[in-house]
């Protein structure tokens, strides 16, 4: 173990908040069998994770997923949610080149606590397999696919050095990640969380099909508060020819269809979250997002840096 990797890791939590530190290790050090628990308290099929560990820590893994569930039905005690981002600004958050720490408002995060960003320049970044699609008894991608990005010291070290699951990389091999699960029609989602300091630290890039947080969003109907839309919404203009190809599994979100009349395509607005993967399926680019204020803001970094150096 890197001892002084743990002594940062517990070094960046202020008195008041240490005893965050001991969930984050254990999500951190053990994430696969943390998201084993995550499944099984969902009621999702899943496989059994590669790592053993002792019964204690497999426990205590259990009851911190039981803490998030507890935690999740609102806003205000929500301590670990995801807010879907558009491939320009998930580039954004891996490419950082000076320092910043941002607390973004309600309306681009809606939740109370778990909505700071925190990037110093260069910011380093560690991939790992998606734990969603290994634990998953059909994924969509076979294990090992790596899909998963913590964005920041200490938690970028931290897992590259303790976790075998994750490595570090440079921002330039981020991006091409970012460009390749965009490719795939996967949605890109930022998450913040309690334990990891309050703030947001890692992009995953999800699917339908294995990853918990859709999963539980389209189950929920988007009842529980567990993610935030983009800010966006997709809508279709008269350039649709009823090519379907945005259809069958193109919108993770369910949220497109084809019109009773069968000529175009149509958006339902209340379950779209403005990923933006269906814009780019388009062959004839019939297919646009636009800025929806009812969905909140988009975690834009340079717009949200630009509107705190107004205040």
């Known amino acids: 173990m890197h001892h002084e990797l743990?002594?940062?890791?517990?070094?960046?939590?202020?008195?008041?908040?240490?005893?965050d530190f001991f969930p984050?290790?254990?999500y951190m050090k053990y994430i696969e069998n943390f998201i084993y628990h995550a499944f099984q308290a969902s009621g999702l099929a899943v496989k059994e994770p590669r790592q053993k560990v002792p019964e204690e820590i497999d426990a205590m893994l259990k009851y911190y997923v039981q803490q998030i569930a507890d935690s999740a039905p609102?806003?205000?005690t929500n301590i670990y949610h995801g807010k879907v981002v558009k491939l320009q600004d998930a580039i954004k958050l891996v490419t950082q080149k000076k320092d910043m720490h941002l607390i973004p408002s309600e309306k681009v995060m809606p939740y109370k606590l778990a909505r700071e960003v925190i990037l110093k320049s260069n910011s380093p970044v560690a991939v790992g397999t998606c734990v969603c699609r290994s634990l998953s008894e059909n994924p969509c991608?076979?294990?090992?696919?790596?899909?998963?990005?913590?964005?920041?010291?200490?938690?970028a070290s931290f897992l590259a050095e303790e976790n075998p699951l994750f490595r570090r990389i440079s921002q330039e091999e981020a991006v091409k990640i970012l460009e390749d699960v965009h490719k795939k029609g996967f949605v890109h989602t930022a998450y913040f969380k309690k334990e990891m300091g309050n703030r947001f630290m890692a992009i995953c890039n999800c699917c339908s099909c294995c990853c918990v947080g859709i999963r539980m969003w389209n189950m929920l109907e988007g009842m529980v508060p567990i993610m935030a839309s983009s800010g966006y919404v997709a809508e279709v203009s008269d350039d649709c020819n009823a090519c379907?190809?945005?259809?069958?599994g193109t919108c993770k979100f369910n949220a497109i269809r084809m019109a009773e009349d069968g000529q175009k395509v149509v958006i339902n607005e209340a379950k779209c979250m403005g990923c933006g993967v269906c814009v780019d399926v388009c062959p004839v680019e019939a297919i646009r997002l636009r800025r929806e204020p009812s969905k909140g803001d988009p975690l834009d970094i340079d717009e949200l840096q630009?509107?705190?150096?107004?205040?």
């Open 244 to 248: 379907a190809s945005c259809l069958n």
């Open 74 to 76: 609102i806003t205000d």
């Open 306 to 311: 630009s509107q705190a150096q107004k205040v």
């Open 24 to 26: 984050a290790f254990l």
């Open 141 to 155: 991608l076979p294990p090992p696919y790596e899909a998963c990005m913590f964005v920041g010291d200490p938690f």
């Open 6 to 19: 743990t002594k940062a890791l517990y070094d960046v939590y202020p008195l008041e908040d240490k005893n």
